[in-house]
């Protein structure tokens, strides 16, 4: 199970920090992503991070170098660090955990959270 949390309302330029609390065994055997969702619009990758985190990472264009993923196996925690908001950004975010690498497409995720919403104004 996948409970993200930390979603709000932001200013553009602001910063926020998206957590996800996994419940359940082997946390350091899943590859790890977020996806966001606009209204309207298709579920959307953001970032993933491979078993052992650090530097195996992968960003979509539109948030590399603003956003940042990380994971700590030692409290099956996964955090996505946004920063210089901007109001495309607006949309609800997804946890997901997977066992595939790199996994840049959400049918390569198995499990799925319930969602943050993220509203970014102007």
């Known amino acids: 199970q996948l409970v993200e949390s930390g979603g709000g309302l932001v200013q553009a330029g602001d910063s926020l920090r998206l957590s996800c609390a996994a419940s359940g065994r082997d946390f350091n055997k899943y590859v790890m992503g977020w996806f966001r969702q606009a209204p309207g619009k298709e579920r959307e990758f953001v970032a993933t991070?491979?078993?052992?985190?650090?530097?195996?990472?992968f960003y979509d264009d539109s948030v590399k170098g603003r956003f940042t993923i990380s994971r700590d196996n030692t409290k099956n925690m996964v955090y996505l660090q946004m920063n210089s908001l901007k109001p495309e950004d607006t949309a609800v975010y997804y946890c997901?955990?997977?066992?595939?690498?790199?996994?840049?497409?959400?049918?390569?995720?198995?499990?799925w959270g319930q969602g943050t919403q993220v509203t970014v104004s102007s």
């Open positions: 991070i491979t078993w052992s985190g650090g530097d195996s990472t």
């Open positions: 997901a955990a997977g066992t595939r690498w790199p996994a840049k497409v959400k049918y390569d995720y198995l499990v």
